[in-house]
């Protein structure tokens, strides 16, 4: 697997994280550019296994949403869609990026098309991981009282594996090996000896429930009509986020948008999933 350079940018006021794969070796002249975004407890290794088969042909760029990994810790106020995607503007503009590729995971999607409203021709193409501009009422509360459950410590990596394994079925046929390959990079080490996960628990502020949700919401339908590039939806045939009425009204708004549904997987599909990295080769034209 390629291995990414750990880099750091300040963007409006905060110290933010990202990983860069680099330019592809043996090219000449302009490169095109992808920027990935995870979701909404995730971080920016999230893309590792995709960005090792795509940076042949892309910079590879992936950003920690503040917060989340790496990149430092906001005010609780500041966790919302509309700082997202002014990070992701001053992230752009900080690396002179004038156009991109973008894959947004569930809340990165939210966050490219809470972005796209104003700026949506910054996009050469732009896919969706199981989220549209409207989210199912169960999978959301699902997500909600997940998030606000979070513990600020757990004893041991074993005791937050056990609680991984407890609230989310598809990880029973895991082996612990698996297992902490995947929460590799989810998982902070305290001093103590206790062990935390990669994000702030105050995250949960900006999920969209209460006030404002609705303009926000409405912003992101606004961005996701006006983009003006090929779009990509993935889709977990067994999500409780994404319902197939908001994939029609999706497609009612962008036509040519090419649906691609993972079977026996719910939210979201991982990017290590060959399924996947077959849907952005033919996505790509690779």
């Known amino acids: 697997m390629e291995t990414p350079r750990d880099e750091f940018l300040d963007l409006n006021g905060l110290r933010h994280h990202y990983l860069d ?21 995730r971080q920016a290794h999230y893309f ?14 992936a950003l920690d ?20 995607a002014a990070d992701l503007g001053a992230f752009l503009e900080a690396l002179g990026i004038a156009r991109c590729h973008y894959i947004g995971s569930s809340m990165g999607g939210q966050i490219g098309m809470t972005f796209a409203a104003e700026r949506p021709a910054t996009f050469l193409s732009f896919t969706l991981n199981d989220i549209g501009p409207a989210q199912n009422a169960a999978g959301s509360s699902r997500i909600q009282e997940r998030t606000a459950s979070t513990p600020k410590a757990l004893p041991s990596l074993d005791a937050l594996l056990d609680r991984e394994r ?5 990880l029973a046929g895991k082996s612990r090996a698996e297992l902490e390959a995947q929460y590799r990079w989810d998982v902070h080490h305290n001093p103590d000896g206790t062990v935390r996960y990669h994000y702030d628990p105050e995250i949960v502020r900006g999920r969209l429930v209460g006030p404002g949700a609705e303009a926000a919401r409405e912003t992101m339908w606004r ?12 889709r977990g045939a067994e999500t409780d986020l994404l319902g197939l009425e908001t994939v029609a009204a999706m497609r009612q708004a962008q036509p040519a948008m090419t649906v691609v549904e993972v079977p026996g997987v719910g939210h979201a599909p991982e990017m ?15």
């Open 21 to 41: 794969w680099g330019r592809p070796a043996g090219t000449g002249g302009e490169v095109p550019t992808l920027v990935m975004v995870h979701g909404l407890t």
């Open 166 to 170: 407890s609230r989310l079925p598809q």
């Open 272 to 286: 290590g999933d060959p399924r996947v990295q077959a849907a952005f080769r033919a996505f790509y034209g690779e």
């Open 65 to 84: 949403v503040r917060g989340r990994g790496q990149s430092a810790w906001g005010p609780p106020e500041s966790y919302s869609f509309a700082q997202y």
């Open 48 to 61: 590792d296994d995709l960005a090792a088969r795509l940076c042949g042909r892309f910079r590879c760029l």
């Open 223 to 234: 961005g996701f009509r006006a983009l003006a590039c090929p779009v990509l939806l993935l």
